[in-house]
């Protein structure tokens, strides 16, 4: 059913990371819904991963994230999931995460498809998703206790 490469599955030194300056890393149901999204990333000089937070540990694939990091070099490494996926959303929080703590030097992109058009969030909007009081407060809404 599924024939693009997992993150979990293969080596943190793969060939597959090492032939490539882009990485993307896609919401595994993306290939099935939506595969003309990971076509144009593909013609964009990205090379494709999926992962699926529903079904692997957010920790899991974010230290195997570290660990390509740690041996390879990118110019960029993004993420693209479905928007609203309260799953999905841990991706863009783990690339985040893996980021603060690795310092690697290539860029950070995330991307979200929205009413089969893909947006992209800038890094403050996934670090703001996490905190909801901070929404709430930009919305206008603060209720405190």
Same mark, same amino acid.
């Given at each position: 059913m599924y024939t693009l490469p997992r993150l979990l599955d293969i080596n943190a030194k #793969? %060939?597959?990371?090492?032939? #490539?300056k882009k990485l993307v890393i896609v #919401? %595994?149901?993306l *290939?099935? *819904?939506?595969?003309?999204v990971i076509e144009e990333f593909? @013609? @964009? $000089?990205? =090379? &494709?991963?999926t992962a699926c937070p529903e079904a692997e540990h &957010?920790?899991? /694939? $974010?230290?195997?994230l570290a660990g390509v990091l740690a041996r390879c070099s990118f110019d960029e490494v993004a993420v693209l999931t479905i928007d609203g996926s309260m799953h999905?959303? =841990? /991706?863009?929080?783990? /690339?985040?995460e893996v980021y603060k703590f690795m310092k690697p030097l290539g860029a950070r992109r995330h991307f979200v498809v929205y009413e089969d058009k893909v947006v992209e969030a800038s890094e403050k909007t996934v670090k703001y998703s996490r905190?909801?009081?901070?929404?709430?407060? /930009?919305? $206008? *809404? &603060?209720k405190e206790e």
């Open positions: #793969s %060939r597959v990371f090492r032939d #490539s #919401s %595994r149901c *290939e099935l *819904e939506k595969p003309w593909r @013609k @964009k $000089g990205y =090379q &494709v991963v &957010v920790n899991m /694939l $974010g230290f195997k999905c959303t =841990q /991706l863009h929080w783990m /690339l985040e905190y909801l009081a901070k929404i709430q407060k /930009l919305l $206008g *809404e &603060v």
